[in-house]
Nanobody
Framework: QVELVESGGGLVQPGESLRLSCARSGSISTIDVMAWYRQAPGKQREWVATITSGGNTNYADSTKGRFTISRDSAKRTVFLQMNSLKAEDTAVYYC?????????WGQGTQVTVSS
């Protein structure tokens, strides 16, 4: 059983930074892909960034150059460093584990960017 718990959300002003964390428990597989998604009010959930078991990363165009996904050496925590935040980054951010046909989600953490 895999459990994901996000933390680190909050209220910040435009241009500021936040670092989200996703702590995972349960088994780890070499085919695991960890990702961050977000969902703004009234919008569909959208993909933000991905990191593979091998450490390869990929980003949505809207976050490329501002956000960085990383993980600890034990592969137990995934981070999302968000810099130069904009009002349009406001959303609930979710951590996702994808393993073959299995997907697990965290409960989400709210990020609000407002002056």
């Amino acid at each position: 059983q895999v459990e994901l718990v996000e933390s680190g959300g909050g209220l910040v002003q435009p241009g500021e930074s936040l670092r989200l964390s996703c702590a995972r428990s349960g088994s780890i597989s070499t085919i695991d892909v960890m990702a961050w998604y977000r969902q703004a009010p009234g919008k569909q959930r959208e993909w933000v960034a991905t990191i593979t078991s091998g450490g390869n990363t990929n980003y949505a165009d809207s976050t490329k150059g501002r956000f960085t996904i990383s993980r600890d050496s034990a592969k137990r925590t995934v981070f999302l460093q968000m810099n130069s935040l904009k009002a349009e980054d406001t959303a609930v951010y979710y951590c996702n584990l994808h393993r073959g046909r299995f997907d697990a989600w965290g409960q989400g953490t709210q990020v609000t960017v407002s002056s």
